[in-house]
């Protein structure tokens, strides 16, 4: 599985090889397929799989059942990135916006030339 690649286009993409192989005489049994399919997964899945392996029998364990096993984390792994990504975005808006206050106040009214300042509007 690719780093960026959803479950559903995972197994989207899984399914197609595995059809090709059942077309071409292979005799695959879903535990083998759902067995490749736990060990191939991204490194952000490993504790899921592990979960999956000690509480299920992966033996019995249908396809569409894993599927929608790792999709739910799928979706807590997005969302929990999301909101994490949402309050990133509104601190650096905070700070650009403290920033821009900070050099507005600090400047407000003088201009500096050379070492002096003189104050705007040629008093």
């Given at each position: 599985?690719?780093?960026?690649?959803?479950?559903?286009?995972?197994?989207?993409?899984?399914?197609?090889?595995?059809?090709?192989?059942?077309?071409?005489?292979e005799?695959?049994?879903?535990?083998?397929?759902?067995?490749?399919?736990?060990?191939?997964?991204?490194?952000?899945?490993?504790?899921?799989?592990?979960?999956?392996?000690?509480?299920?029998?992966?033996?019995?364990?249908?396809?569409?059942?894993?599927?929608?096993?790792?999709?739910?984390?799928?979706?807590?792994i997005?969302?929990?990135?999301?909101?994490?990504?949402?309050?990133?975005?509104?601190?650096?808006?905070?700070?650009?916006?403290?920033r821009?206050?900070?050099?507005?106040?600090?400047?407000?009214?003088?201009?500096?030339?050379?070492?002096?300042?003189?104050?705007?509007?040629?008093?």
């Amino acid at each position: 599985m690719k780093a960026s690649e959803s479950i559903s286009n995972y197994h989207t993409r899984i399914m197609v090889i595995v059809n090709q192989m059942r077309r071409n005489g292979e005799a695959l049994t879903d535990s083998r397929i759902t067995e490749k399919i736990l060990r191939s997964l991204d490194p952000k899945f490993d504790f899921v799989v592990v979960v999956i392996e000690e509480s299920k029998e992966v033996e019995k364990l249908m396809m569409n059942e894993l599927m929608s096993s790792l999709q739910a984390h799928e979706q807590k792994i997005v969302k929990r990135n999301g909101d994490n990504a949402i309050e990133h975005a509104l601190q650096a808006k905070l700070s650009l916006k403290d920033r821009y206050e900070q050099r507005e106040t600090s400047t407000s009214g003088y201009t500096t030339q050379g070492r002096s300042l003189q104050r705007r509007g040629g008093f």
